[in-house]
Each structure stands twice: as structure tokens, then as C-alpha cells.
T-cell receptor
Framework: GQQLNQSPQSMFIQEGEDVSMNCTSSSIFNTWLWYKQDPGEGPVLLIA?????ELTSNGRLTAQFGITRKDSFLNISASIPSDVGIYFC?????????FGAGTRLTVKP | GAGVSQSPSNKVTEKGKDVELRCDPISGHTALYWYRQSLGQGLEFLIYFQGNSAPDKSGLPSDRFSAERTGGSVSTLTIQRTQQEDSAVYLC??????????FGSGTRLTVV
């Protein structure tokens, strides 16, 4: 099936630093999504992108839908301790959604 | 309820036994998905229900896995003759349409 390559696998950063993670695919997606998962919980939708080239912000989060429709990135600015968690990208074509393996973010106070 | 509810939250079963996992989606959500998440891994698609349409079962890993959705609401994922490699967190999610925005907290299945 379609494979999403998400990188990096993990990040250790200092509070206040900016973070960037990305996802690439061999296939085109119509929608790109970014989720955050806290321990013992299900993923929570952060940002949804519907149009190639779209750049969307949600507070300190910014995500872009790549022009080729095969990639997306997520930036977190001025990280805080509660940003800790696992971030997943997902690509969707209608109801077919595929997830990346996740980026585990650790923020040191 | 306010969110997607899954039960049980934890299940330990002996190899070879059958298990049933339950998902109560948000009322009115026509789309329901099951995913499996192994330790430290991403989400693996299992099955998708949309309204009264035939479900998309393309992600079910073997014929030991089956799922049904009764009355367009509650869904049950059944795993027969469980194997140790079935150990994972099973996540259910529902959506009215568009991107998945509401996941349950999952059922952690451990096969011993």
C-alpha cells in the first residue's frame, strides 16, 4: 500500500526552540493532516490541509501541503513542555487515510 | 457521549482465545474507522464503515479479523484465535465527513 515516510523519528529539543518535521510519499494525496498523540490517548487532529501549496497556521503550529501533493511539513515555534508527544502525519484520498510512523518529540525545560 | 468511547480499555487474553473490542462513535457520525497501533509504530488501517455502504475491509490482516457495525452506530472488532503478534492498541475513530478528528483512547490488547 501507500507508504508515508515521516522524519525525524525522534527529536530532543530545549524549551523555546522551534521544531520542524516532515512527511513524504511516493503517491499523491488530496488531503494532508497532522495529529498529536499523548500517552494512553488517541491522536488529536491539529491541522488539516486540502490544497496543494496551502500554508495553514494554528497558534504556534504551521503546516504546509507540498506543491507536488506528495509531501507536507509541520513547524512548531517556541516549543513548550506540553508540546511533548508523538506527532503523526496522514495523507488521505477520500476515505483512504494512511499514517506516518510518527515523530516523538521531547522538550527539555 | 461527548467523544468516541472504546471498551475495554485493556484486555489480556490467552493465545488462541477470541476477543471482541467495542467502539461507540459520536452520535450522528456516519464514518467509522478501526486502526491498529503497534508499540512505537504508526497507525495501520484495518477497516472503514460509511453509512449503509459495504465496508472497506482491505486493511484486515487475516481472516481471523472481522468487524461489524450495527444500526450504523456501535462497531465491534472481533479477533479469532488470537496470536501474540495481535498484541497492539486498537483505535477507533469516527467522523461526520472529511478528515478524522475524533479518535477513541483505544483498547490495549495483550496476547499471552
Amino acid at each position: 500500500g501507500q507508504q508515508l515516510n515521516q522524519s525525524p523519528q525522534s527529536m530532543f529539543i530545549q524549551e523555546g526552540e522551534d521544531v520542524s518535521m516532515n512527511c513524504t510519499s511516493s503517491s499523491i494525496f488530496n488531503t494532508w493532516l497532522w495529529y498529536k498523540q499523548d500517552p494512553g490517548e488517541g491522536p488529536v487532529l491539529l491541522i488539516a490541509l486540502y490544497k496543494a501549496g496551502e500554508l495553514t497556521s494554528n497558534g504556534r503550529l504551521t503546516a504546509q501541503f507540498g506543491i507536488t501533493r506528495k509531501d507536507s511539513f509541520l513547524n512548531i515555534s517556541a516549543s513548550i513542555p506540553s508540546d511533548v508527544g508523538i506527532y503523526f502525519c496522514a495523507g488521505a484520498n477520500n476515505n483512504d487515510m494512511r499514517f506516518g510512523a510518527g515523530t516523538r518529540l521531547t522538550v527539555k525545560p | 457521549g461527548a467523544g468516541v468511547s472504546q471498551s475495554p480499555s485493556n484486555k489480556v487474553t490467552e493465545k488462541g482465545k477470541d476477543v471482541e473490542l467495542r467502539c461507540d462513535p459520536i452520535s450522528g457520525h456516519t464514518a467509522l474507522y478501526w486502526y491498529r497501533q503497534s508499540l512505537g509504530q504508526g497507525l495501520e488501517f484495518l477497516i472503514y464503515f460509511q453509512g449503509n455502504s459495504a465496508p472497506d475491509k482491505s486493511g484486515l490482516p487475516s481472516d481471523r479479523f472481522s468487524a461489524e457495525r450495527t444500526g450504523g452506530s456501535v462497531s465491534t472488532l472481533t479477533i479469532q484465535r488470537t496470536q501474540q503478534e495481535d498484541s497492539a492498541v486498537y483505535l477507533c475513530a469516527s467522523s461526520p465527513s472529511g478528515p478524522l478528528d475524533t479518535f477513541g483512547s483505544g483498547t490495549r490488547l495483550t496476547v499471552v
